[in-house]
């Protein structure tokens, strides 16, 4: 398996209080992507990252930000947490943008309450 | 925009059944296509993948033929096991990757 650690693993937590999800990555790829998981919805991307503090929106970045100091940590921050963030949230990394296979964690599993 | 359709699940199948889950595309160029597989609790994993026309991936009996004329990548498997159990998800690879909305697959003995 890729070496990729999502943190925590679960988390619940109240509407407005602000959360930090992180992935640590030990495979020294370059490109680093958070997606949320809901049913119906399928994957969504939320923000990506092409290197050290290099990162870009994704489809669904309202309410999110991100950051990247080292290559191996890419952390997601709600600033103020809602109930439309109770989610799944799966951290991937990939060696290249087009035609390598992204890696994923394990997932977080987001409560907001 | 580039976008990828999958058939609705779930689908529910009998062990040793012969599986098809379909998958169109649209896209500008001619991207890879990849399927993955989600286990419950898991990440998603990549099963196959195909990088150009006509090209077959395939793995753990699984394959996919990338089509260029008719836009497709189905995914099939000749005989389903109870272990293929999972949310199987088809995507395109762009900058960045777009999927589509994942496939349920239940597979009863």
């Known amino acids: 398996d890729a070496g990729i650690t999502q943190s925590p693993r679960h988390k619940v937590t109240e509407t407005g209080t602000p959360v930090t999800l992180r992935c640590h990555q030990t495979?020294?790829?370059?490109?680093m992507y958070w997606y949320r998981q809901d049913p119906g919805h399928g994957l969504r991307l939320i923000h990506y990252?092409?290197?050290?503090?290099?990162?870009d929106k994704g489809e669904v970045s309202d309410g999110y930000s991100v950051s990247r100091s080292k290559t191996e940590d890419f952390l997601l921050t709600l600033e103020s947490a809602t109930s439309s963030q109770t989610s799944v949230y799966f951290c991937?990394?990939?060696?290249?943008?087009?035609?390598?296979?992204?890696?994923f964690g394990n997932g977080t599993r987001l409560t907001v309450t | 925009g580039d976008s990828v359709t999958q058939m609705e699940g779930p689908v529910t199948l009998s062990e040793e059944a012969f599986l098809t889950i379909n998958c169109t595309y649209t896209a500008t160029g001619y991207p890879s296509l990849f399927w993955y597989v989600q286990y419950p609790g898991e990440g998603l994993q990549l099963l196959l993948k195909?990088?150009?026309?006509?090209d077959k991936g395939s793995n753990k009996g699984f394959e996919a033929t990338y089509r260029k004329e008719t836009t497709s990548f189905h995914l099939e498997k000749g005989s389903v096991q109870v272990s293929d159990s999972a949310v199987y998800f088809c995507?395109?690879?762009?900058?960045?990757?777009?999927f589509g909305k994942g496939t349920r697959l239940s597979v009863i003995a």
């Open positions: 990252s092409y290197g050290v503090k290099d990162t």
């Open positions: 495979e020294n790829h370059r490109y």
């Open positions: 995507a395109l690879h762009k900058a960045p990757l777009v």
């Open positions: 195909a990088t150009k026309a006509d």
């Open positions: 991937a990394i990939s060696d290249l943008l087009e035609g390598s296979p992204l890696h």
